[in-house]
């Protein structure tokens, strides 16, 4: 038997390799630890102890770059002195550019500064505040999938650092800040998700409890689509004491939460004022004081009447809304009467009109998201298709589903920009 | 929608182009409240190149019109054109905003 063949490797190779096998651990053992939290904040502070004992540094920093402000945000810093994060946290930001952090940040390279000193960049009001000395630093850019996530920093590490084992380690620390700003965004948007359909179901609400209200001759269906779950659409029938019913449609401005919550005072202000009087003129007066001085700018647009169920008399006012359409003895008339402002905005007066509906004649109030509907290449419908379209339609039963249908149609299926809501009136159908 | 801020005779105009909803109206808001701030004696808005505006644009309107008159100062709109003549006839705009045919007759009255 040969004597087996022996290798020798001189104590410096040995050492280099031990050095590799270590790194090599050092960064499983980082992967697996950064990969057990999607909690932020838990994530960061793993990540600065991870940082601050490869490098043997004497402090550590992480800034996160603040896409809405376009600053750079002191997440963490570690040092031997306990209190040094929550200082910088809540008091420095960096313009991209300023400081060691903003140049690495804005030019998307790493920085090894070994005398702070003589380096003009160096932006010294961190050290002031926390009371450290930064001697030498080393600040690589954090670059994730969707670009610059932020910039860590090395303060004062030991002479000996291994620059490509620190940058190994940011790029893995750039995927986890990465992954669990994602987890915190993807939680918060549930949230409002949720928030939403709270708001929603809130809304809702305050809309007649039946869509379809039955009295007499009088017959009234509404159909209420909401754009982005709640919305500024509203209508209402009250049952007032002298034997009318008072028809309102409206049209908050704006759209989303606050437009919600504006409708739901202009629901509950309209339910109160509407049961004192039987005059559309004096009701959208009240209202129009009652919302005086609205925040934003905030207004209302709308067409309130009140009809005899017995005779099929009805005396309207309008508010800066749309015309109404009157389906009579096989013609279409388009109700444009002389209107006050939108209520909410100017003290004005409303006009009255009076009129009589004839059996078999409908009445259609909308709001503006049937006809300001946008087709896929840009086009509006506009109010004069729509009066077209009820022309051709105006014998069909279920004329507001057919509309609702023609609408959509003409978006293409995309998401509603707008609420949209139809009110019916039937007289002694 | 982009506003470009210019001055004639004293007065700041605000061009509008594009569509003034409630996506773009945060941006008109923020500029209004800048002048208002300055207490500019009068703002005119250039409506000529606008293509759509909705109830957010015209709502934030109306707060730029409150915080002009808050301070004795005066908004004017002028150049409606012909594609959304009929969103201010619906609205009753012309009730609320002084509305002129063009710049000089704004700068006039």
């Given at each position: 038997m040969g004597e087996k063949p022996t290798v020798e490797i001189s104590g410096e190779v040995l050492k280099g390799m031990k050095k590799k096998v270590e790194d090599l651990k050092t960064l499983m053992d980082l992967s697996y630890v950064i990969s057990s939290t999607l909690d932020f904040s838990e994530l960061i502070s793993i990540v600065m102890e991870k940082a601050k004992a490869v490098m043997e540094a004497g402090a550590c920093s992480i800034l996160i770059y603040n896409k809405d402000t376009n600053k750079l945000e002191f997440e963490v810093a570690l040092c031997e002195e306990g209190s040094t994060s929550a200082l910088l946290k809540k008091q420095v930001t960096l313009e991209m550019g300023q400081g060691i952090a903003g140049w690495v940040a804005r030019n998307l390279k790493p920085l090894v500064i070994p005398?702070?000193?003589?380096?003009?960049?160096?932006?010294?009001d961190a050290d002031k505040l926390t009371g450290f000395t930064t001697k030498s630093i080393i600040a690589v850019p954090l670059i994730g999938r969707g670009g610059l996530i932020g910039v860590a920093e090395v303060i004062n590490?030991?002479?000996?650092?291994d620059m490509e084992m620190f940058q190994l380690l940011c790029r893995q620390f750039a995927i986890a800040i990465e992954n669990s700003l994602f987890h915190k965004e993807s939680i918060e948007r549930e949230r409002m998700k949720q928030e939403l359909d709270i708001a929603s179901a809130i809304q809702k609400s305050?809309?007649?409890?039946?869509p379809v209200f039955i009295k007499d001759n009088l017959m009234i269906s509404a159909k209420n689509i909401s754009a982005a779950k709640v919305g500024g659409d509203i209508y209402d029938f009250v049952e007032l004491a002298e034997g009318g019913v008072g028809v309102l449609i409206g049209d908050v401005s704006g759209k989303g939460v606050s437009a919600a919550i504006y409708m739901a005072k202009v629901s509950s202000d309209f339910k109160y004022i509407a049961r004192?009087?039987?005059?559309p003129s004096k009701a959208l007066d009240r209202l129009n004081i009652s919302l005086a001085?609205?925040?934003?700018?905030m207004f209302l647009t709308g067409i309130y009447m009140i009809v005899d169920t017995a005779t099929g008399h009805f005396d309207v006012s309008v508010a800066g809304h749309p015309p109404f359409l009157w389906l009579s003895d096989g013609a279409v008339r388009v109700m444009s009467l002389p209107a006050g402002p939108p209520v909410g905005i100017v003290p004005s007066e409303y006009p009255v009109a009076s009129f009589r509906l004839d059996r078999s004649d409908r009445l259609l109030l909308l709001t503006d998201g049937v006809f300001d509907v946008k087709s896929r290449d840009g086009q509006r419908l506009g109010f004069d298709a729509v009066v077209s379209f009820v022309k051709g339609?105006?014998?069909?039963?279920?004329l507001i589903e057919r509309l609702v249908d023609f609408a959509d149609d003409f978006s293409g299926?995309?998401?509603?920009?707008d609420d949209l809501t139809i009110v019916e009136l039937r007289w002694g159908a | 929608m982009k506003i470009d801020i210019t001055e004639h005779n004293g007065a700041k105009v605000f061009s509008l182009s594009g569509d003034i909803d409630l996506y773009s109206s945060p941006v008109l808001r923020k500029e209004l409240i800048f002048f208002i701030g300055k207490k500019v004696p009068l703002l005119l808005v250039d409506f000529?190149?606008?293509s759509y505006i909705d109830s957010s644009g015209i709502a934030t309107l109306v707060e730029g019109l409150r915080g002009m008159m808050s301070h004795g100062g005066k908004l004017k709109l002028f150049g409606i054109p012909e594609r959304i003549v009929e969103i201010f006839a619906f609205s009753k705009l012309d009730k609320v905003f002084d509305i002129c045919g063009s710049l000089d007759d704004a700068v006039e009255d």
């Open positions: 005398d702070v000193g003589s380096d003009k960049r160096f932006y010294g590490p030991k002479k000996d650092y305050f809309l007649p409890a039946s004192l009087t039987d005059s001085g609205s925040p934003r700018g339609h105006m014998h069909e039963e279920d299926g995309g998401d509603r920009a | 000529r190149d606008v």
